[in-house]
């Protein structure tokens, strides 16, 4: 079994920071994928940013450059440090762990930007 468990979220004016943690747990293999997705009221869920554990990284257009995912494979721990947030950042980010084609999901967390 896999539990996520995030961390970081809140209240922000824009222009301003915070970072994201994703601590998982449980049966975890060597090679796998975490990645931030997140869910606006209203809209679909979606890619923020990803990484392997290899390091390999990918990110939505609209973070580029602002926002930077890594993680800690040895504390099974993945981070996204969000810079320079916008208003339009404001959604619940959920963190995602694939194991193959196994995913597992954790409860999310609310980040707000005000303007």
């Known amino acids: 079994q896999v539990q996520l468990v995030e961390s970081g979220g809140g209240l922000v004016q824009a222009g301003g920071s915070l970072r994201l943690s994703c601590a998982a747990s449980g049966s975890i293999f060597s090679f796998n994928v975490m990645g931030w997705y997140r869910q606006a009221p209203g809209k679909q869920r979606e890619l923020v940013a990803g990484?392997?554990?290899?390091?390999?990284?990918n990110y939505a257009d609209s973070v580029k450059g602002r926002f930077t995912i890594s993680r800690d494979n040895a504390k099974n721990t993945a981070y996204l440090q969000m810079n320079s947030l916008k208003p339009e950042d404001t959604a619940v980010y959920y963190c995602k762990l694939s194991l193959g084609f196994v995913h597992y999901w954790g409860q999310g967390t609310q980040v707000t930007v005000s303007s």
């Open positions: 990484i392997t554990s290899a390091g390999i990284t």
